[in-house]
């Protein structure tokens, strides 16, 4: 069953990246530089759109992992052109750190410093060195790296602030989007953080970049995970938490993604350590695994569930039942994941207009108010998925 499962998975995973995901970005390339920043959910673009710092990196970081398992030119001529235009107009040469958006012909458009975008910078220029040996790529992320430890951490209580101005001075607002309040310090901000650092460290293996790695660890494991397995996701600068939900999707993918961050560093017992830690946040984010496959959204402190099936959610449950499988001793994981991937396929990929949509509402239908492409809606969570059923299995 378990070499059946394998086989299915590694074979849907390769056509999805290779005949749907891959080919759909590579179409919003903008011919004068960068890609557009937005398509609607019909796939219809949007040249005027702004254009994000996220997406900008994740594309960077999308083409370079995928030439590095692949090997196919295309898709490192695809990172370049992304990097090239990451590096020219995100990148605040004046001030350091890169901008949180820009407008349609690149000019910077909102300047502030969110801590998510400098670690998502630092990820897809690490990855794009690999894939090509640029040492503009990693002088840039080494500097980001510098930019950070100078000015988002924080010397008194640990861990980072989540934003700052574009000169880095404070912030009134420091919300990373609509959906999130306005705290110090948020879990997602230091997962992403922590991925971004143990990429980099895999090409630069600096002694004080693997020590930030070790304590980004042990806040995410420690701190920010309570004792319930589940994620804290707000938190006031002394970590004192903030209500918040249980968010399902950063369950599942943190108890992957933390033990491949302890695996960067090579060392045996920080991964039999972290072992532990994400067997609790596995289960805690499979409770939101419902019986179709699918993973619902978050669980709200009043005990309502938000049941929207988000695309990454969806992504990141198949990621993580895989390494619960292969990594902790879960033998059900691949089952999950495959379960999982076959609600993916009837329900959110768009199959008449490619890639896929943000999500299901709970009535079951695709919500087509929102993007195809664009701020937040990425090729980073579905291509990592198909990347990594490619190299696990």
């Known amino acids: 069953m378990q070499s059946e499962l394998t086989e299915f998975l590694r074979d849907a995973a390769s056509r999805e990246l290779e005949g749907d995901i891959l080919p759909y970005w590579l179409k919003l390339r903008d011919p004068h530089g960068g890609f557009f920043g937005e398509a609607d959910s019909r796939g219809r673009l949007n040249p005027a759109a702004e254009r994000g710092a996220v997406l900008g990196a994740r594309l960077v970081w999308t083409f370079s992992a995928a030439y590095n398992?692949?090997?196919?030119?295309?898709?490192?001529?695809?990172?370049?052109?992304?990097?090239?235009?990451?590096?020219?107009?995100?990148v605040d040469s004046a001030n350091g750190g890169v901008y949180w958006s820009v407008t349609a012909d690149g000019s910077p458009l909102d300047t502030k410093k969110q801590l998510y975008s400098q670690g998502f910078a630092i990820y897809g220029l690490a990855e794009y060195y690999r894939a090509s040996g640029?040492?503009?790529?990693?002088?840039?992320?080494?500097?980001?790296?510098?930019?950070?430890?100078?000015?988002?951490?924080?010397?008194?209580?640990?861990?980072?602030?989540?934003?700052?101005?574009?000169?880095?001075?404070?912030?009134?607002?420091?919300?990373?989007?609509?959906?999130?309040?306005?705290?110090?310090?948020?879990?997602?901000?230091?997962?992403?953080?922590?991925?971004?650092?143990?990429?980099?460290?895999?090409?630069?293996?600096?002694?004080?970049?693997?020590?930030?790695?070790?304590?980004?660890?042990d806040l995410v494991c420690g701190t920010i995970m309570h004792p319930s397995g589940h994620l804290q996701l707000y938190f006031t600068s002394d970590w004192e938490v903030l209500p918040g939900a249980w968010s399902y999707g950063h369950d599942i993918e943190t108890s992957w993604l933390a033990l491949e961050c302890a695996d960067a560093l090579g060392d045996p017992a920080l991964v039999e350590r972290v072992k532990e830690f994400s067997r609790r946040l596995a289960a805690a984010g499979n409770e939101g695994l419902q019986m179709d496959g699918s993973m619902i959204y978050e669980l709200h402190p009043d005990g309502r569930e938000d049941r929207f099936r988000e695309w990454w959610v969806q992504a990141e449950a198949v990621v993580g039942n895989i390494w619960a499988c292969k990594r902790l001793g879960d033998a059900d994981g691949l089952s999950r994941a495959a379960s999982t991937w076959n609600y993916i396929s009837a329900n959110l990929l768009d199959k008449e207009n490619g890639e896929w949509f943000w999500g299901i509402n709970?009535?079951?239908?695709?919500?087509?108010?929102?993007?195809?492409?664009?701020?937040?809606?990425?090729?980073?969570?579905?291509?990592?998925?198909?990347?990594?059923?490619?190299?696990c299995l």
Request: net charge negative; aromatic share 12%; hydrophobic share 40%.
């Open 362 to 391: 709970e009535e079951g239908t695709p919500d087509l108010t929102r993007p195809k492409a664009g701020f937040w809606k990425c090729p980073y969570h579905n291509s990592r998925m198909c990347l990594q059923i490619l190299s």
């Open 69 to 90: 398992a692949l090997g196919k030119p295309e898709y490192l001529e695809a990172a370049k052109w992304a990097c090239d235009y990451f590096l020219e107009h995100f």
């Open 134 to 217: 640029d040492n503009d790529a990693l002088n840039a992320a080494k500097s980001l790296f510098a930019v950070v430890e100078e000015h988002f951490y924080d010397r008194a209580h640990g861990g980072y602030l989540e934003a700052l101005a574009r000169d880095f001075s404070p912030l009134e607002d420091m919300s990373l989007s609509a959906h999130d309040i306005n705290a110090d310090k948020t879990m997602n901000s230091h997962l992403h953080l922590l991925e971004a650092y143990a990429n980099l460290y895999t090409v630069w293996p600096d002694k004080a970049l693997g020590a930030r790695v070790r304590e980004l660890l």
